[in-house]
């Protein structure tokens, strides 16, 4: 069995090898628990995210570059909930990694290919926010679906080199990786310099581009509010112009709140992560981190509190009424008026 039998015995990863590392100690309450609790949180992160890609990718009339970005974010967080969540879960339960440095490698760039991804996507929402608040009459040429796609790819691919240049750079140039070493351990000794410079890229400068253009978004949109109320009375040209920023308005508040929660998340690891391991438990840093992965599983939730479309999608994949003929070319705006 992975839990120990008795509390005096100590247990290695790999036995047979002397420079094994020393396995933790859980009951046998404990290990149950914890494989049951994180292989519920990974199939409802999965299921969840899986909804608003089928939901986005079904509806032709949901084919918009906000959308795109979304779609692109919910395969982030479905990857998190799909490969991350386990293989992380079976690294902190077993308090040993068994699948060898290779996998190890591999592990290290997909875990940090995705949080890092969910940042730029967050960027791309931000920006897709602001040219449709504060520039609406220019946004149909500037952000289109082919533009936005191309965007989400070169996210992609540039967060895949940082993060294989990091690894590489950590891994192989850092003389501190081969002090105190283990085998049957699957982290990085990542040196201030490096941790300071991926907080500042990867963090700070992302998050300062995020809330600077969300903050211009809401004062516009206050300002909207105010031309909408005098239109009240007005023609229904002025009517219909004013119905459409009171949408966008609404679309950026609910994306708003995605980017808050976000930061809510990510705050308190980069803060701490700083300090480094010497003054933060490695308790504390498990948490911090699967707070991280947490975040993937939130943002469905908000979709299906603000966005009607999203409830109605769901009724309809859940009813299996998406496998009807012409099912994607439902108005699904309409259908719930």
Not at 120 to 125: A, F, P, R, T
Not at 245 to 265: D, W
Not at 307 to 321: A, E, N
């Given at each position: 069995m992975?839990?120990?039998?008795?509390?005096?015995?100590?247990?290695?990863?790999?036995?047979?090898?002397?420079?094994?590392?020393?396995?933790?100690?859980?009951?046998?309450?404990?290990?149950?628990?914890?494989?049951?609790?994180?292989?519920?949180?990974?199939?409802?992160?999965?299921?969840?995210?899986?909804?608003?890609?089928?939901?986005?990718?079904?509806?032709?009339?949901?084919?918009?570059?906000?959308?795109?970005?979304?779609?692109?974010?919910?395969v982030d967080d479905m990857l998190i909930g799909l490969i991350v969540m386990p293989v992380d879960a079976i690294k902190l339960i077993e308090s040993c990694w068994y699948f060898g440095d290779t996998l190890c490698d591999v592990f290290m760039i997909i875990m940090g290919l995705l949080l890092s991804t969910s940042l730029s996507n967050l960027v791309l929402i931000a920006v897709d926010r602001y040219v449709a608040v504060c520039h609406p009459l220019l946004y149909p040429q500037k952000i289109t679906m082919t533009k936005t796609l191309i965007s989400i790819c070169l996210y992609w691919f540039f967060c895949l080199t940082c993060n294989i240049a990091f690894l590489?750079?950590?891994?192989?140039?850092?003389?501190?990786?081969?002090?105190?070493?283990?085998f049957g351990k699957c982290y990085l000794i990542v040196s201030f310099s490096w941790t300071f410079t991926d907080m500042f890229l990867s963090f700070l400068f992302p998050c300062t581009l995020?809330?600077?253009?969300?903050?211009?978004?809401?004062?516009?949109?206050?300002?909207?509010?105010?031309?909408?109320?005098?239109?009240?009375?007005?023609?229904?040209?002025?009517?219909?112009?004013?119905?459409?920023?009171?949408?966008?308005?609404?679309?950026?508040?609910?994306?708003?709140?995605?980017?808050?929660?976000?930061?809510?998340?990510?705050?308190p690891y980069y803060i701490l992560s700083v300090a480094g391991t010497s003054v933060i438990s490695s308790a504390t840093m498990s948490f911090l981190i699967w707070t991280l992965y947490f975040n993937s599983g939130l943002n469905p939730l908000i979709y299906s509190l603000f966005y009607r479309w999203f409830k109605i999608s769901i009724k309809f994949i859940l009813t299996l009424k998406i496998f009807k003929t012409a099912s994607s070319l439902l108005d699904i705006f309409a259908e719930y008026s």
């Amino acid at each position: 069995m992975a839990y120990e039998t008795e509390d005096h015995e100590t247990q290695y990863c790999f036995p047979a090898i002397n420079s094994s590392c020393i396995k933790g100690k859980r009951s046998s309450h404990e290990y149950y628990i914890m494989y049951v609790f994180f292989s519920l949180l990974s199939a409802w992160t999965v299921f969840l995210n899986l909804l608003v890609i089928i939901s986005i990718s079904h509806f032709k009339k949901l084919h918009t570059p906000t959308n795109l970005i979304i779609l692109s974010l919910a395969v982030d967080d479905m990857l998190i909930g799909l490969i991350v969540m386990p293989v992380d879960a079976i690294k902190l339960i077993e308090s040993c990694w068994y699948f060898g440095d290779t996998l190890c490698d591999v592990f290290m760039i997909i875990m940090g290919l995705l949080l890092s991804t969910s940042l730029s996507n967050l960027v791309l929402i931000a920006v897709d926010r602001y040219v449709a608040v504060c520039h609406p009459l220019l946004y149909p040429q500037k952000i289109t679906m082919t533009k936005t796609l191309i965007s989400i790819c070169l996210y992609w691919f540039f967060c895949l080199t940082c993060n294989i240049a990091f690894l590489i750079s950590s891994r192989y140039f850092d003389t501190s990786q081969t002090t105190d070493m283990c085998f049957g351990k699957c982290y990085l000794i990542v040196s201030f310099s490096w941790t300071f410079t991926d907080m500042f890229l990867s963090f700070l400068f992302p998050c300062t581009l995020i809330i600077t253009l969300y903050l211009r978004i809401f004062y516009v949109a206050h300002q909207q509010v105010k031309v909408i109320n005098s239109l009240v009375k007005g023609g229904k040209s002025e009517m219909e112009g004013s119905i459409r920023r009171k949408s966008e308005s609404k679309a950026a508040l609910t994306l708003g709140i995605i980017v808050t929660v976000y930061l809510l998340c990510y705050i308190p690891y980069y803060i701490l992560s700083v300090a480094g391991t010497s003054v933060i438990s490695s308790a504390t840093m498990s948490f911090l981190i699967w707070t991280l992965y947490f975040n993937s599983g939130l943002n469905p939730l908000i979709y299906s509190l603000f966005y009607r479309w999203f409830k109605i999608s769901i009724k309809f994949i859940l009813t299996l009424k998406i496998f009807k003929t012409a099912s994607s070319l439902l108005d699904i705006f309409a259908e719930y008026s």
